[in-house]
């Protein structure tokens, strides 16, 4: 039985720098898995809305079920409150957005025990709205 020669040598690590890079390459392109019910997304202009991401990956992610946090002052004692509004609250009732992917900055997972996962919660109480 013959020993490994040089040309083996090389060939085996060669194919096992190969199957490191494709590797590093693809999981840098894996999908985030979203493990909480509501995420929080930062858009280009500014814009943050909370809602369920749904398509991430694709060149139009949809948000369903969708708020956003106003800040309201009382004019009596110039106090700020922040209040979460429910999207289809607007005129139009939008049940969902269709984002552009190019506008997407960053998405958070909203933490189930967060404030905004409770307020998300009180607010979406039929008896509430």
């Known amino acids: 039985m013959k020993g490994f020669t040089a040309r083996d040598t090389v ?24 493990d909480t019910p509501y995420q929080a997304v930062l858009l280009t202009n500014g814009a943050t809305y909370i809602g369920r991401m749904q398509g991430l990956g694709t060149p139009y992610p949809v948000l369903r079920d969708v708020f956003y946090i106003q800040t309201k002052v009382n004019s009596e004692t110039n106090q700020t409150a922040n209040v979460i509004t429910r999207r289809d609250a607007a005129w139009h009732s939008p049940p969902y957005m269709i984002l552009d992917e190019k506008q997407i900055v960053m998405i958070e997972p909203v933490g189930v025990n967060s404030k905004v996962a409770e307020l998300i919660n009180e607010n979406s109480n039929p008896a509430r709205r």
């Not at 060939?11 to 979203?34: C, D, E, M, Q, Y």
């Open 11 to 34: 060939l085996a690590l060669t194919a096992i720098g190969v199957t490191l890079a494709a590797s590093n390459f693809w999981s840098r392109w894996r999908i985030p898995k979203l």
